[in-house]
């Protein structure tokens, strides 16, 4: 193997520290990522060919990706997201989606698809399990119907002469559809965060 990095043991280390340090800037962690790769082909070297056992070797003296990308956190003054219950975040997913389907309800269904949106910013921004920054951009498309849901309303109003209830549902509709975007990314994210914590335990 021509690049001692490429070896599928040191991808697998180097995905969990790039995993684990998802809270630090882009730039930062892809100067920690060069760093340990460095270090990585340098103890490599120093062997005839990078085997298995060698590999191995070198992984277990340069450390545990938790513990690397907690000093590197650390260092950079932010806290380790921590994954959450499998059934604590489904719930505050389901509550991420359901804004949209609750609109078919009569009457009511707006209100509470409003209300369940908020309920569901609350809960991702008192978790522990998401950044600063996939908290902030959550909190902006789960809220995102209060400004939507209205200009939707105008410019339906403005196109057909006067807002009928199809209107309604159209414009709630279209204020709305941020909200699964927001519930799609944090799954993502919490499903990145409980793959690294499983490669690291």
């Avoid at 902006?140 to 196109?159: E, G, I, Q, Y």
């Amino acid at each position: 193997m021509n690049n001692p990095t490429e070896h599928p043991l040191v991808r697998a280390h180097l995905d969990a520290v790039d995993r684990c340090t998802a809270p630090l800037p882009a730039e930062r962690r892809h100067e920690l990522l060069a760093d340990l790769r460095e270090h990585i082909e340098l103890a490599l070297a120093e062997y005839d060919r990078a085997d298995d056992d060698a590999v191995r070797h070198v992984l277990a003296l340069l450390g545990d990706p938790r513990r690397i990308a907690d000093a590197a956190l650390a260092e950079d003054g932010r806290p380790r997201p921590e994954p959450e219950t499998a059934r604590r975040t489904t719930l505050t997913l389901l509550l991420a989606v359901l804004p949209l389907p609750l609109l078919l309800v009569p009457a009511i269904g707006p209100g509470l698809a409003l209300v369940t949106a908020v309920v569901a910013a609350v809960r991702v921004a008192k978790s522990a399990q998401w950044t600063r920054r996939e908290k902030t951009q959550a909190t902006l498309l789960l809220l995102s119907p209060l400004l939507l849901t209205p200009l939707a309303a105008v410019v339906a109003a403005t196109s057909s002469h006067g807002l009928s209830p199809a209107g309604v549902l159209t414009a709630c509709a279209v204020g709305f559809c941020p909200t699964p975007v927001a519930a799609l990314r944090l799954s993502r994210s919490a499903t990145r965060l409980r793959t690294a914590a499983t490669l690291t335990t």
